[in-house]
């Protein structure tokens, strides 16, 4: 069933082409959201944007690793150019490692830290000035 409690409102889910951020996403376009999906992987990413075109979601998709500052602002830039403003901001992507830290390779730690902090950090960052 679909509810318009979020109408005209543009999300943007980061880490939303599966899983959990896609859950996310899906639950605030049902609510009447404008979504903007974002992911790493192309495929994935585009498979999750005809899905919510088939419900009739207004979606866009932007493929970036918020690993690195220039391409969280350049997500937020798109988003603001396609929708016009920036609403909610959902910061779910991130990384996860097996086995234990003693036995990690050092560049997974650096991975680990720029996605999880970092990258939730450099998107809010360029976020907020259009979220106040």
């Known amino acids: 069933m679909k509810f318009n409690y979020l109408k005209d409102k543009v999300a943007l889910v980061s880490g939303s082409s599966m899983g959990i951020g896609k859950a996310i996403a899906f639950e605030l376009a049902n609510q009447g959201a404008k979504i903007v999906l974002n992911g790493r992987d192309p495929e994935k990413l585009n498979r999750v944007k005809s899905e919510f075109l088939e419900f009739g979601f207004d979606t866009i998709a932007i493929q970036a690793d918020i690993r690195y500052p220039d391409k969280c602002r350049q997500l937020i830039e ?18 996860s490692s097996r086995g234990s830290i003693e036995d990690m390779a050092d560049t997974n730690l650096t991975i680990l830290s720029e996605t999880n902090y970092t990258g939730a950090a450099h998107l809010s960052k360029y976020a907020i000035p259009y979220l106040k």
Do not use: H, P, Q, W
């Open 78 to 95: 798109t988003a603001m150019v396609e929708f016009g403003r920036l609403d909610i901001l959902i910061n779910n992507a991130g990384m």
